[in-house]
Every structure is written in C-alpha cells, then in structure tokens.
C-alpha cells in the first residue's frame, strides 16, 4: 500500500542517495575536492540518511494503519457474516483473478535505482583511491588552506637517489632534497622527500603543493605513483561497465522492483542499517584517511552493502525469482 507521502519520500530518498554517491565520488576524484570541508563531505550523506529514515517511518505509519483497517474490516465482516444461501452483493468488489499480473512497474525507478548502487559502490572504493595516512591529512590542510600546484628547481641533493619501483618503463627514484618555496611571506627552503623518474638532479624541477598563505603546513610533493591513485582508473572503470549492465538488469525485472518496494519491517529495516553502516565506513575512510592496509579493507565492505542490502531485499521478497 502507497500513498503520496510514501511516493514522495521514496522518491526522495532515491534522488538524495544519488546525489550523495556522485557528490562523494567526485570529490574523491577531482584534485580540487581535496580541500572539500569536512561538513561539505558529510551534508549529501546526512540529507540522504534523513530521507530515507522519512520513508521507513511513512511506510510504517501507512502499514499500521492499513493493518489497523484490515483488523477492524475482518471483525465487522465475522460479525454481520451471511448465511452460505445469501445472494452476494451486488456492491462487493469481486474477487482478484490470480491471472492477472500486478503492476509491471517504474523503468525510471529501475534505472535510477541500477545508477545509484553502482555510483554508491564506486564512491565508497574511491575513498581510499588518494593518498593517505600522514601524508593524506597534510595534503587536505593544505588544500583546505588554499593550495596552489608549482614546478620548482631541487637546489640541493641531500641524499644519494634511491629507487623504488618501476612505472610506465621508468625507473622511479624517491630522493631527499632541498627546494625553495615561494610563500606569501617570502621564500623559504624546505627539505623535501621527492619522487622523480629517473635520477633527481640539481635544477630538475618538481611539482609540489603547498598554501602560499600557510607556510606552516610546509609543502607537499607530488606522488609519481601510488598503489592507490593507479586503482582509480579500475574503479572508474568498473563503474562504467556498472553503469551500462545494472540498470538495464534491473529494468529488466521491474515489476519485483516495484513489488518490493511495499514496506517490510523483516527486509527494510535490516537493509537500512547495514546501508547506514557502509554509509559510516565510507565516511571514516574519506575523512580520516588511514593506512591502505585499513581503508582499502573498508572501503571494499562499504562498497559491498549496498549489493548486500539487495541480496537480502531479494532473498526475503523473491526479488530474484520469476
């Protein structure tokens, strides 16, 4: 049973999710969202959790009273029960025809709903696809602080170049050297852990971040290469894909998409908290940012509850049968 508010609030609840998936994969992908402030990240999260918290309690308002009404219908139909001879009314509804199919359902909400699982999925891996740990916390405040992105000359080699991997068919060296970085303030000559391809050398330059305004956050050097940033294009990837197969499955079977939109306490209410709970991971791995072998770990949890939440929506309603 559905009424407006039910629509409505469904309806909502969708639109905030997805606005909250794209909003935090976006920030995790764009260089400027790393300076995104922390209520910024968390706002599309939080008006999303309150709009489907709206739906669970209009659904539940509507199932009460709709069990409230079959309750009090039954009573009256035992208490003015016909004898087995009388005719039947010629005003009663007759009786539904097995045969007939329900409602074959929204396409829209079908893709829309496909489109939001996979963007949840990819926002959620994409927390932990920037860098991380110290060096992710320093980045964000200096970004936060207003970064600016320079090439500036090594002035002084510190210590012998060491290598640390291969990319591309380069050989990548990371380095400790001295640069001069323009602050608002005047220049100031910072030592610096550096990663070049190839041997670093005195007059190559390197490409920093640092807030011109905020010499004491100091400067933050770009990565060559990570583990992480080099799983960014996979998780893109995947999405894409996703984004091409899930809504048009789902499309597919719209009609026990729609069916399994009728509230069931057994199915909603356990689906809604483990998607809150992958809501929370995804969260603390954006915000504090820790070390890959803990994000990594989290973030795939979190991008799996929404897959989890169908598995049991489908396993409870016979989503996946017929």
Do not use: C
Not at 41 to 58: E, F
Not at 158 to 181: C, F, H, M, Q
Not at 185 to 214: C, I, K, N, Q
Not at 246 to 254: N, T
């Amino acid at each position: 049973m559905t009424t407006v508010w039910t629509r409505l609030t469904g309806w909502l609840a969708l639109a905030a999710a997805l606005a909250a998936a794209g909003h935090g994969l976006l920030v995790a992908v764009l260089p400027s969202g790393r300076g995104t402030p922390t209520a910024e990240r968390l706002l599309p999260t939080g008006l999303a959790v309150l709009a489907g918290v709206a739906w669970l309690a209009a659904s539940a308002a509507v199932t009460a009273t709709a069990t409230a009404r079959r309750t009090a219908a039954r009573r009256r139909t035992i208490a003015s029960e016909p004898s087995p001879d009388a005719e039947p009314s010629p005003d009663a509804e007759p009786s539904p025809d097995p045969r007939r199919g329900g409602s074959r359902g929204s396409r829209m909400l079908a893709v829309l709903l496909g489109v939001t699982l996979v963007l949840v999925s990819a926002a959620a891996l994409a927390q932990a696809s920037g860098p991380d740990g110290a060096e992710g916390r320093r980045l964000r405040r200096i970004h936060q602080a207003g970064a600016v992105s320079s090439a500036l000359p090594i002035v002084l080699l510190r210590s012998e170049p060491r290598r640390i991997g291969t990319v591309n068919r380069k050989a990548v060296y990371r380095t400790t050297v001295d640069l001069s970085v323009p602050f608002a303030d005047g220049p100031r000559t910072l030592a610096l852990d550096v990663e070049t391809a190839g041997r670093a050398r005195v007059g190559a330059e390197v490409t920093v971040d640092y807030a011109p305004g905020a010499p004491a956050l100091g400067a933050q050097p770009h990565a060559y290469a990570t583990v992480s940033g080099l799983a960014l294009p996979w998780i893109l990837g995947l999405a894409f894909a996703g984004l091409i197969f899930v809504p048009v499955v789902l499309a597919d079977g719209r009609r026990r998409v729609h069916e399994a939109r009728r509230f069931r306490p057994a199915v909603h209410l356990p689906a809604a908290g483990i998607l809150l709970g992958g809501a929370g991971l995804a969260a603390y791995v954006g915000l504090v940012l820790p070390s890959p072998f803990v994000g990594w770990p989290l973030a795939v949890v979190a991008a799996a509850t929404p897959w989890l939440a169908l598995g049991l929506g489908a396993a409870r309603t016979g989503l996946g049968r017929g």
